[in-house]
Nanobody, 121 residues
């Protein structure tokens, strides 16, 4: 059974930093890519950042480019999201995702439980 455990959310003042972590546990799979999504009240879930584990290539939502950085530690099956210069509009529940492949060829996407990020003075 695969589990994604997130940590690092909380309350931060505008302009401040916050770092999210997401660790994948389990066995018998390889992780192809990991990402962070967010969902604000009344809005659809959107992809914030994503990283390909094999080569480290990344994608960022336009509104977070230059402020957020996604990175990974393949040995720990962990992905991080460093968020700097946070704005009130970054307030949302942030979800970690992992696209996995199993030895039998089956691929699946897993989600973390979500962590609240609130940017407010």
């Amino acid at each position: 059974q695969v589990q994604l455990v997130e940590s690092g959310g909380g309350l931060v003042q505008p302009g401040g930093p916050l770092r999210l972590s997401c660790a994948a546990s389990g066995s018998g799979f390889s992780i192809n890519r990991m990402g962070w999504y967010r969902q604000a009240p009344g809005k659809e879930r959107e992809l914030v950042a994503r990283i390909i584990t094999s080569d480290g290539s990344t994608y960022y939502l336009d509104s977070v480019k230059g402020r957020f950085t996604i990175s990974r530690d393949n040995a720990k099956n962990t992905v991080y999201l460093q968020m700097n210069s946070l704005k009130p509009e970054d307030t949302a529940v942030y979800y970690c995702s992992a696209d996995l492949s199993y030895r039998n060829g089956v691929s699946s996407r897993y989600w973390g439980q979500g962590t609240q990020v609130t940017v407010s003075s």
